[in-house]
Structures are given as structure tokens and as C-alpha cells.
């Protein structure tokens, strides 16, 4: 068993908010803090958690009070049973970062936490000092991923057996297969990929129950609403583009150069969505960025928020 990662990375580990769900249901929200100062959140991608974060946290808290937390059904954070409406991600979001700061926050969003930073942020500009968000999934076509698609294809009652007979966990080899084959997609460098990285990557969704099946949720949900988007039906996609003009905070949209998700033309297109936004390009860096991209992605951060002056840094 590999150190837990929570108590080797934050002084108090791992802690836990309760917040009012989208649904009306108090559920507990994992989330680690380091560092002093302004409020900076960091927010996962779809099926990830905190863990993503792991070569941000220590450079941003010498600057700021960094707050990582696991969104509901991912990580550590609890997985309810019952179905998700669609949008409860941004109720949910506005509510942690009310319950764990009084001031305007510097927001950073990588995938679909990005887009979620994003509707939270038009819809509720008072809690945001600034926001960096990060290859994200605003334009899209399809899922991006073919496990994705796959899973999403499945009927969740089958996926909620499979979870809960824990066969996840028995075949956890086969897991850590799939999810180092889906790593290797969103790196720029896939070499450089550790077991360490695929274990805890995978490591909520081999131990908690659910955690399979609300990620399955999750897919078909995007799946419908990109669907819908492709369709001009409504859809939360293309509320959260209508949106934007209402963003009024500092912007900074980054994008990994060889991100084979989502094309760096979507970074420049949301950018001229933004008008006020800067937009940089990494160079050797893919999807993940946070992972993959670590020094290249918080300078980028910290130039940008010094730039902007949101702390005062020098």
C-alpha cells in the first residue's frame, strides 16, 4: 500500500465540507488546503479527483491558500445513488467555495472542471477574483475518449452490478491497464508515466462503492447534452457559451499545444468568445496538463496573476 496521499501532501489531509446537493440532499465534500493567503481552487476533470492536481499544489500554496476538493462522485467526495440533474455541478461548485472562503476566489479549471468554472463564474461573478481555465471541453463534437464512449453506451444498471459486486477491484490489473492506455492519451510524454500515477489515478473508483457507476452517469449525461448541443436543442453546453459575456472577472484560457481531446482551435475560439481574456498556448503538452505540463502550467498561472495584480505579487 502506497502512502496516503492525502496526509503526505496537505497538513491537515484530508477534510470534508457538507454542502446542500443540486438535489437538496446534504453530502460531504472531500478537499485538502496548503499555504496561506487568497483562496485558490483547483478543479478536476471528469473521472479524476484531487490527485490530478499533486505537482500544482505545493509551488501555488508559496503564494496562496490552495484548496483542492473532489467534486461529487469523483474521489473521495460522496457518491449518491440517486440520478444527478443536469447542471447540479455548478449549484454544487458555488456552494463549496461559499462554505470554505468569505472573499472572491481565483478559480483554475482543467476539462470539465473548466467548463463548470466557467458557468459558475457567469452565473455568480461575486465569488471570483479570476479564473484560469484549461482545455476545455466547450465546443465539443463527441465524447473524446473511446472507453468513454463505450462506457456511456452501457446501461447503468449493468455498470451499478459491476460496482457493486466490486469487480473493479477484483480485476483492479485489467483497471490499471485501461486507465494507463487512457493516460497515454492525454500526455504529451506518456513515457514519463509512473504505476504510482495509475494507481492512485484509479485508486477511488477500485475502492468506493458507486464511484464506477456515477462516472458512467456522468458520460451519458455529456453524451446527451453534446447531443442536444449538435441538435440546437437546450443543453447546458451551449447555456454556458450564451453565458460568457457575463464573465467579468480576470481571464486566463491555457491549452496544451498536442491536447488530441480538444483542438487548440477551441482555445481560440473561446478566446474570442472572451474578448477581455488572454489565451497562451503550451508548447509539449497535451490534454492533462496539470500532470503533464506542471512547471510550464503553474508559471503560466503565476504570471498571469501577477500580471493582473489579484494579490499583489511581486
Known amino acids: 500500500m502506497l502512502k496516503d496521499w492525502w496526509q503526505s501532501t496537505f497538513p491537515k489531509g484530508r477534510q470534508t465540507v457538507t454542502i446542500t446537493d443540486a438535489s437538496g440532499y446534504p453530502v460531504q465534500i472531500a478537499y485538502g488546503e496548503k499555504g496561506r493567503g487568497k483562496p485558490l481552487f ?42 444527478e440533474q443536469i447542471g447540479h455541478q455548478i449549484i454544487e461548485t458555488k456552494r463549496i467555495i461559499e462554505s470554505l472562503c468569505n472573499e472572491p476566489a481565483i478559480v483554475v479549471g482543467q476539462s470539465l472542471g473548466a467548463l463548470i468554472s466557467l458557468g459558475v463564474a457567469a452565473e455568480y461573478p461575486e465569488l471570483f477574483a479570476s479564473l484560469i481555465a484549461i482545455n476545455v471541453p466547450i465546443f465539443p463534437e463527441r465524447l473524446p475518449n473511446r472507453a468513454m464512449r463505450l462506457l456511456s453506451d452501457l446501461p447503468l444498471d449493468l455498470v451499478r452490478i459491476v460496482d457493486n459486486l466490486r469487480l473493479a477491484k477484483l480485476f483492479a490489473p485489467l483497471v490499471w491497464t485501461a486507465v494507463a492506455i487512457e493516460r497515454r492519451e492525454v500526455l504529451a510524454n506518456p513515457d514519463e508515466m509512473t504505476f504510482e500515477e495509475v494507481y492512485w489515478a484509479s485508486y477511488p473508483y477500485l475502492e ?46 491555457l491549452w496544451g499545444e498536442q491536447d488530441n481531446w480538444f483542438s487548440v482551435k477551441n482555445g481560440e475560439k473561446l478566446h474570442a468568445c472572451l474578448p477581455s481574456s488572454r489565451l497562451k498556448i503550451i508548447s509539449n503538452c497535451g490534454h492533462d496538463a496539470a500532470a503533464g505540463s506542471p512547471k510550464a502550467l503553474n508559471a503560466a498561472i503565476l504570471e498571469f496573476l501577477r500580471d493582473t495584480d489579484v494579490m499583489g505579487l511581486a
Open 42 to 83: 483547483l478543479m478536476h476533470g471528469i473521472g479524476s479527483w484531487s490527485y490530478n492536481w499533486r505537482y500544482s499544489i505545493d509551488p501555488l500554496s508559496q503564494h496562496f491558500r490552495v484548496i483542492c476538493f473532489d467534486a461529487k462522485g469523483h474521489g473521495f467526495s460522496d457518491k449518491p445513488e440517486y440520478s
Open 208 to 253: 468506493f462503492p458507486n464511484g464506477i457507476t456515477k462516472f458512467a452517469e456522468e458520460l451519458q449525461q455529456s453524451a446527451k447534452e453534446i447531443e442536444r448541443l449538435l441538435k440546437n436543442e437546450p443543453n447546458i453546453i451551449s447555456k454556458i457559451q450564451n453565458n460568457l459575456i457575463k464573465i467579468t472577472c480576470p481571464t486566463l484560457i
